[in-house]
């Protein structure tokens, strides 16, 4: 029983479309720009830590992650792979970023200090990405020449390799691009006449690294594309979505003309009919307000709505349409494009989201299936073939 999945809910990661997506990427960027893998929020949901190998061996040059427990998690598993946190880091627990010799990104002149202080303390060297905030008004310098003679005194600093100097782009649209884009060349080439060079300049994410090509620099920071989740307009790459998430049907009621569905009888019956029950809510990650009629599984190659409210842990569908429909039949939820099911994408227009946040917002109850290209659809054969 050691490897029973033990839940009919599941997510399903196709590792063969996550080494696709990222070869793709590398592809894209071209030898001379190293691929920072953004795996924050458990890599959108795929699993962080099991999907990293997949992402080194295929072209990643080190892996992005928000915060230090992430950049943990990740360099316990495997000390070797680069990790890089993108967030800031309270003073307090800068002794674990350079103990685990994890790339820190800096956007003040005392943080430098502490980490200058604490690589003396034990003998090692904090590598930092220095962040310039171009306009995003997140996280970085202030775009004022106080902030470049700052920048200056980290890089004289001893202990410090200020590997990286980047920015973030707000995706305006292509003229604030350009002068977040202008504001940032500006700084760099004024740094480096102050003497401060940087081996990774750095701007661009997953919709920027493919629609403008001039703005990769020397690296590119891409999460979204990994997985098969296209942001893009003017360019194009070919990736796709690796995530499925699926279920069985766990009950089935038959409810009479007039009677009601779930909480607040929100739904009711307006001729006698089959309800499914479905083993999934919103604490696994579903979008509650995708409840009563505004989504849709599939099940027997059909759409069936889901009806009434969305429970925590369940859900009832109308099987009116599917009379075949049986305890233990298949159903996708996210289907990733190879069937008739709602996409990643598809599901996020439904519920008035990114398609990040459908993806990230996947809770660890699901078990994560990985998997291999075709082992997906067998998986459903098999179950098919065992049910007859
Ligand atoms: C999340 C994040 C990215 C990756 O964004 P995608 O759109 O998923 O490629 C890049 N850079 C920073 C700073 C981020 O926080």
């Keep these: 029983m050691e490897h029973t999945i033990l839940s009919d809910t599941r997510i399903l990661i196709d590792l063969d479309r996550i080494a696709g997506n990222m070869r793709a990427v590398k592809n894209m960027a071209g030898p001379q720009v190293t691929v920072a893998a953004v795996v924050k929020a458990d890599a959108y949901g795929h699993g ?36 890089f946190i993108m967030g800031l880091t309270p003073d307090r627990l800068l002794p674990l970023v350079v103990e685990y010799g994890i790339i820190q ?19 090692k060297t904090a590598v930092i990405h220095i962040k310039y905030d171009t306009g995003f008004h997140r996280l970085g310098f202030p775009a004022v020449p106080k902030s470049l003679e700052e920048i200056r005194q980290i890089c004289a600093l001893p202990g410090i390799d200020a590997q990286g100097f980047y920015s973030h782009l707000a995706l305006k649209d292509d003229a604030s691009n350009k002068a977040q884009f202008t504001a940032f060349m500006e700084a760099a080439d004024a740094l480096k006449q102050m003497g401060c060079t940087f081996r990774f300049r750095h701007i661009a994410d997953s919709i920027s690294g493919v629609d403008d090509p001039e703005y990769r620099l020397d690296m590119i920071r891409t999460g979204a594309l990994l997985y098969g989740l296209k942001g893009f307009h003017r360019g194009t790459l070919a990736i796709r979505q690796a995530l499925t998430f699926r279920t069985r049907i766990s009950h089935i009621s038959h ?45 027997c190659g059909k759409r069936v709505p889901i009806i009434g409210v969305l429970c ?21 939820i996210y289907g990733n494009g190879s069937d008739a ?12 989201t990114n398609k990040n946040e459908i993806a990230a917002r996947l809770t660890r109850r699901p078990p994560r299936v990985y998997i291999h290209g075709d082992q997906c659809a067998e998986e459903s054969r098999d179950k098919r073939e065992a049910s007859l």
């Design 255 to 299: 409810v009479k003309k007039g009677e009601g569905v779930s909480y607040d009888y929100v739904w009711t019956a307006s001729q006698d009919t089959r309800v499914g029950t479905l083993p999934f809510g919103y604490a696994d990650g579903y979008p509650r307000c995708l409840g009563n009629g505004k989504g849709v599984v599939l099940i």
């Design 105 to 123: 990104t800096v956007d003040t002149l005392h943080q430098a200090q502490v980490l200058s202080r604490l690589a003396g303390e034990q003998k």
């Design 48 to 83: 962080a830590a099991a999907i990293a190998p997949t992402l080194m061996e295929n072209g990643a040059g080190l892996l992005a992650v928000a915060n230090l427990a992430e950049a943990l998690e990740l360099k316990k598993a495997y000390p070797q792979y680069p990790v």
């Design 341 to 352: 099911a709602p996409d990643i994408q598809e599901i996020s227009q439904l519920a008035g």
């Design 312 to 332: 925590m842990d369940q859900c009832m569908v109308d099987l009116t349409g599917i009379p075949q429909a049986r305890v233990g039949d298949e159903v996708i």
